[in-house]
Nanobody, 115 residues
Framework: QVQLVESGGGLVQPGGSLRLSCAAS????????MGWFRQAPGKQRELVAT???????GYASSVKGRFTISRDSAKSTVYLQMNNLKPEDTAVYYC?????????WGQGTQVTVSS
């Protein structure tokens, strides 16, 4: 059974930074895709960034230039470095991994950007 555990959320002032982590555990042979999504109150879940096992990462236009996604395949971990945070980045952030053609989601971590 595969589980994803996220960490790193919290409260930060506008212009600040946070780093999210998501580690997968269980019976894992290969992870094709890792990514981050977010869901703000009253809104649908939206894509933030993805990174494939080979190739370039992709970003939502709203975070491009401010957020950086990276992965450590040996540790089955994906990271999201978030800089210059804005109040509109406030949301629950979820990691997602595609492992052996199945989608797995983390439990979510709250990010609040407020002064």
């Amino acid at each position: 059974q595969v589980q994803l555990v996220e960490s790193g959320g919290g409260l930060v002032q506008p212009g600040g930074s946070l780093r999210l982590s998501c580690a997968a555990s269980g019976n894992i042979f290969s992870i094709a895709l890792m990514g981050w999504f977010r869901q703000a109150p009253g809104k649908q879940r939206e894509l933030v960034a993805t990174i494939p096992s080979a190739g370039n990462p992709g970003y939502a236009s709203s975070v491009k230039g401010r957020f950086t996604i990276s992965r450590d395949s040996a540790k089955s971990t994906v990271y999201l470095q978030m800089n210059n945070l804005k109040p509109e980045d406030t949301a629950v952030y979820y990691c997602k991994m595609v492992i052996e053609y199945k989608d797995y989601w983390g439990q979510g971590t709250q990010v609040t950007v407020s002064s």
